[in-house]
């Protein structure tokens, strides 16, 4: 009988192995095809050797007969008896201890990229115990059935000397899973055209009409002008860049036209905008889809959102999994930079889309934990260096880190200022005298309890905003909010982002109404409101977590200057509450904070000055950052890596929460990855546990353990 390489599924015919194996040699090759332009020419042809031999091997063990029974369906079993990588490694690895096709095979699938130093001192390395035995005594007649379906057989080629980085072997990988997971499927996965130049027409006129609705005269709206056309008009050749504008004034458009401009003048495959929090996705692609899509095309093809990770293992959820294909990407800093750290093959199939694309880091200040900047800041700089990606950093409080010895150290890439001096300087004068920070004085109320916070507030009027430090806090301040009578709306990341942007909808309408300017009423939230928000509060109020985090929230407070605002106030407080969680990841940020405000000197420096020494300040409590992570990179310990580079420092899985979403699954429906990302929550497995859920691939929640107001939260407090 012919052999296969895929059994009969989902009304898809069994997929032979000769059609397997050639199909994923093929788009392997479209893969490296795509990186080409943005690689040295010596090293597309080192990886073409290493991509091909991993590509045209990786299968050969499913060859074995028992192998063939299951896949065949003459016996049953959940999985092949025989672990089908085994025989492609001893083919490919002969006598050496390592090579990079090897590798390759090895990960294909789970456990993933291994701690590379484990295998090269083991008596059988990249070897599966329970597979040797079959694959020592019948690789000579796989082989033979391999060349009857696939042609001649290439010799193993001395790849021992090659030294690939960690970035290259992840890259390589992705090609490898890419390819694999898209001939398996029947797929190829082809993304809209990038139209750089259309695209860039296209928000220049989007700009301009408005520009035409807004108040001309306005010192905002003149400066909102001037940004984007400094913007616009600023040379493309810096590989690293950094623009410091403040809040609300149209950073997202202005570098944009920026990054379309760089795209068009160096081919870039793909623009990044890689944002700190899931909640400011939904705002900045509604905004991008408006800006840059072009008649006939359809948005979501163009402006993709990556709200959290959606990466399967399973082929029956594959289809599933979020892929980097659209021109334009928006994805948060976890996913971002977890996927560059990570392992598993399913998380880095999308990696090779980014070399060779425009990255956006917005408001960057609160993208990482310090501890974590510098593994990440190695990993940008060989992106740029290497990969021939194009970098703009922006932040209103802008920490000029990579000056700091332990970057130096690292690699000596440093950002350039996207804006002359002169035009930062006039930008940030304005932004001065905006909002009251009671902070600056020195004046740090302590609330014993959620009554005396609510009692605080009703001192203040108008439209209120309070940020407090965990999804659980301001869920539960909000639901007493509730219970007690006040009008309250509440946003984080226990909502689905199809909930979110229905409640970011509500408090956007709320703000713009003249009616409403009187009116008391509050949204509490998370952090995940200080940045990339276009929310004009009257009022706000925060717990005290860190000087960047502070300010970033004054952005949300009289955002246009408003007249009827002239009292606007921040006011930043402690609390002792029963029913509010701490999060100790912000103790050393805290301290450092109550230090500068006891210093006196916050309102005497500038707002890069004092978030620069913050930052330092924060740097000394922590040591030695993450050099640790470097070492663990440096010597290819990719397990190592994945599990200490976690911003969220739990493994989290996706969890459906939609009840349509999750009657569709259940029926067999037809469901894609964008349905899949906005009605499903990203749940850390303890919360999982307290919620009684099974620890499966895709869990879901019941209407009794979720709603619109309160989201996951609404049977934990």
């Avoid at 007249?563 to 509010?580: G, M, P, Q, S």
Wanted: with cysteine.
């Amino acid at each position: 009988m012919i052999p296969i390489a895929h059994s009969a599924r989902g009304g898809r015919p069994a997929q032979s192995y000769r059609d397997h194996i050639c199909g994923v040699i093929e788009k392997v090759k479209g893969n490296l095809e795509a990186l080409a332009p943005h690689i040295a020419k010596e090293k597309a042809e080192l990886y073409s050797g290493i991509l091909n031999s991993a590509a045209a091997f990786h299968d050969v063990g499913k060859l074995a007969g028992e192998n063939q029974d299951v896949l065949y369906g003459r016996k049953q079993a959940k999985r092949l008896p025989i672990e089908h990588r085994d025989a492609g490694v001893k083919y490919l690895l002969g006598d050496k201890p390592e090579c990079p096709e090897v590798t390759l095979v090895y990960s294909h699938h789970r456990p993933g990229l291994p701690d590379m130093y484990a295998h090269k001192v083991a008596d059988t390395p990249f070897r599966f115990l329970t597979a040797m035995s079959d694959t020592d005594k019948n690789l000579c007649n796989y082989l033979r059935i391999h060349v009857k379906e696939i042609g001649e057989l290439p010799e193993p080629t001395d790849r021992k000397a090659v030294k690939l980085s960690a970035l290259e072997y992840r890259i390589l990988l992705s090609c490898l899973v890419d390819a694999d997971h898209s001939d398996t499927a029947g797929e190829l996965l082809i993304g809209a055209e990038p139209r750089w130049e259309e695209r860039r027409l296209r928000l220049d006129r989007y700009v301009q009409n408005l520009q035409g609705r807004t108040e001309q005269d306005s010192e905002r709206n003149h400066l909102r002008t001037l940004l984007y056309q400094i913007c616009k008009g600023a040379a493309t050749d810096a590989v690293m860049e950094y623009c410091d504008s403040p809040v609300g004034t149209g950073k997202t458009t202005a570098v944009m036209a920026h990054m379309l401009k760089t795209a068009q003048a160096h081919h870039l495959r793909h623009i990044f905008v890689v944002l700190p929090y899931t909640n400011i996705i939904s705002q900045t692609v509604e905004v991008l889809r408006k800006a840059v899509v072009l008649d006939g095309e359809d948005p979501e093809e163009v402006v993709a959102e990556h709200h959290h990770q959606a990466d399967f293992e399973d082929p029956e959820y594959r289809r599933l999994a979020t892929t980097w294909t659209a021109p334009i990407i928006v994805t948060t800093a976890v996913q971002f930079f977890e996927t560059l750290a990570g392992n598993l093959p399913a998380k880095l199939r999308k990696l090779q889309q980014l070399p060779g694309s425009g990255i956006i880091f917005d408001e960057y200040h609160a993208a990482l934990p310090v501890g974590l900047m510098l593994p990440a800041w190695k990993w940008i700089t060989e992106l740029a260096s290497q990969w021939r990606c194009r970098i703009c950093m922006c932040s209103a409080t802008t920490v000029k880190f990579w000056e700091s010895p332990a970057f130096q150290k690292q690699d000596r890439l440093c950002a350039v200022p996207l804006l002359p001096l002169e035009v930062s300087e006039s930008l940030n004068a304005f932004e001065q005298s905006r909002v009251d920070l009671n902070a600056w004085s020195g004046n740090i109320p302590h609330f014993y309890g959620a009554v005396e916070l609510a009692a605080y507030l009703n001192n203040y009027h108008g439209s209120k905003i309070v940020v407090l430090d965990t999804v659980q806090s301001a869920a539960a301040f909000a639901k007493f909010l509730h219970q007690q009578g006040y009008d309250v709306l509440h946003l984080s990341s226990a909502l689905t982002p199809e909930d979110r942007e229905r409640t970011i909808a509500k408090i956007e309408r709320r703000l713009c109404s003249q009616s409403e300017f009187s009116k008391d009423w509050t949204l509490v939230a998370t952090s995940c409101v200080e940045c990339g928000m276009d929310f004009s509060f009257r009022c706000g109020f925060c717990e005290l977590r860190s000087l960047q985090s502070y300010i970033q929230l004054s952005g949300r407070i009289r955002r246009n200057s408003e007249r009827e605002y002239e009292d606007a106030v921040l006011v930043a407080f402690t609390i002792t509450e029963d029913n509010f969680t701490v999060d100790s990841s912000f103790n050393d940020s805290k301290s450092v904070f109550r230090k500068m405000i006891s210093s006196g000197r916050l309102s005497a420096v500038s707002v890069t000055e004092a978030v620069t020494e913050a930052f330092r300040q924060e740097c000394k409590m922590r040591g030695a950052l993450s050099e640790e992570i470097c070492k663990a990179d440096r010597l290819h310990e990719f397990e190592t890596v994945a599990k200490k580079f976690r911003v969220i420092d739990e493994e989290t899985v996706t969890v459906v929460a939609s009840p349509t979403l999750a009657t569709k699954i259940q029926a067999g429906e037809q469901v894609s990855a964008k349905e899949l990302q906005r009605g499903s929550v990203n749940l850390r497995k303890s919360v999982l546990a307290r919620l009684g859920l099974p620890d499966s691939e895709l869990p879901m929640l019941s209407d009794l353990q979720y709603d619109a107001f309160l989201g996951y939260m609404k049977s934990l407090i």
